[in-house]
């Protein structure tokens, strides 16, 4: 079996464009979280979100007129964040028209809702108007559910297999596990992995009328998203995309490439909907035996975990998570991992958190840092036994392994495991 | 409306979608919309769908299948306009 490393990755998140700036905006403890003006024009209870930063200026300078027209925002960030991977890994851009086809990689850019900005704009209007034929030429490939990596696999002429997985808030996570997975048996030398989420109120609106967005902080944005804190009020929307370059190790030293970690496990489950568990909530056995197998598959014991970078979304679902952690590590409060959560600077971007946020992970592990989890200085009382584990402030460490985890509706689960490359 | 009125608004509509823009800043009645701007084949119901828009036209499908080069379009819209 292949060893695989992370030899590229490039981001497009709330409160960053760009690994430098990204690494900065984590280190400083930046919020992407903006009051949205048009949440308040709609009536939500929740009126505050996560949007990458005057994204369609940069879709104009990334993408030529001829493909924007068919590029909505999910796609707009799957290409800022897929060409800024592909440039940091050091390999080639192909002419868009005659450039030939790389045979070598794949990719896997999952989704969890899609092109629905697309569709709630375009598609259903006119189809209710009996305009069909004004849709237009662009919709189908925009709304597909594989819209995402059919747009990256065009332009950067993939030749591996493109395709796009959907596990709801797990997808980002399980597209690297997958491609892990696909070039440990050999199938490939190179996997794009990652996740994308589009900017709509469409998504938007379901969740805020499951009352689970945050509530009570449309006046304070920057404290809206409050992982593991006592007066966590919900999850704050986000969106964006996390791409990293997947290698297999002898591909990556053939030709020289920097190396940022090694992915050493990972494993995805379900827990069945039951003991507990249901659409939208884990069975807590589920959470546990998926973040065993990610350490069985990596052959690493629970004391070998330095940092978890959660799931921890800012609901009543928090504690619990920590709970998991603890009942599988069986390790004391103050032997504990690091333990922090990126959606606290960019809130949930839902397909795209795994991507963010294992960009994210490898960018502390490869650079020696922990970035600091905002928003829980009143931290929940069930974690108030962890409390020298939760930073605050950046730290700088030499962690070696870190544990990226992400949790969705439908009961899924999944655990990455990183290793820094020394 | 008079042909050069016509071909500047047509050009204008086409060129979003087009890949080879020299053609149409040569001003090149006979370029190939398809092959010679390069603008994919999907994207012509599109320029159909502007045409209609900036002209105030109907153009049928019959019709949007005969539109090939920058000259078809401008004569079609223009004997309609």
Known sequence: MNRV????????????????DFEQALRQGRSGIRHMSRLEELNFSCQVAGVPQEYEALAREYFAPDRLVAMNSGMIFTGIAGLDCWRDAGLPVADPIEGPVDWETGAVIGTG???????????????????????????????MASAVSGCLGGLL?????????????????????????????????????????????????GFDAMRVLARGFNDRPEEASRPMSASASGFVPGSGAGILMLETLESA????????????????????????????APNPEGVRRCILGALASAGLSPDDIDVVNGHLTATMADPLEVQNWASVLQRAPEDFPWINSTKSLIGHGLGAAGGMECVASVLQLSRGFVHGSANCQDLHPALEPYKSRIPHQTRETDARILAK????FGDVNGCVLFRKWE | MDQQTALEKVTTIIKPYAKNLAP??????????????????????????????????????????????????????????
């Open chain 1, 113 to 143: 809702v899609g092109g629905v900005d697309t569709l709630g704009d375009v598609v259903f209007p006119r189809v209710k108007e009996g305009k069909v034929r004004r849709i237009g030429s662009t919709s189908v490939e925009q709304t």
């Open chain 1, 5 to 20: 490393v992370i030899t590229g990755m490039g981001v497009i998140a709330p409160n960053a464009h760009g690994l430098e």
């Open chain 1, 157 to 205: 002429a993939l030749g591996g297999q493109v395709t796009t997985n959907s596990s709801a808030c797990t997808t980002g996570t399980e597209a690297v596990i997958q491609a892990w997975w696909h070039l440990k048996a050999g199938r490939a030398r190179r996997m794009m992995a990652g996740g994308a989420e589009g900017v709509s109120e469409y998504i938007w609106g």
């Open chain 1, 405 to 408: 985890a992400s949790f969705g």
């Open chain 2, 24 to 81: 149409l800043e040569e001003g090149n009645l006979d370029a190939r919309i398809l092959e010679d701007l390069g603008v994919n084949s999907a994207r012509l119901v599109d320029i159909i769908l502007a045409f209609e828009d900036e002209f105030e036209i109907s153009i049928d499908d019959e019709t949007a299948d005969k539109v090939r080069t920058i000259n078809d379009a401008v004569r079609i819209v223009s004997s309609q306009a």
């Open chain 1, 253 to 280: 030293q053939e030709r020289g490439a920097r190396i940022y970690a090694e992915v050493v496990g990972g494993h995805v489950n379900c827990g069945g909907q039951r003991n507990g568990g249901s659409t939208t």
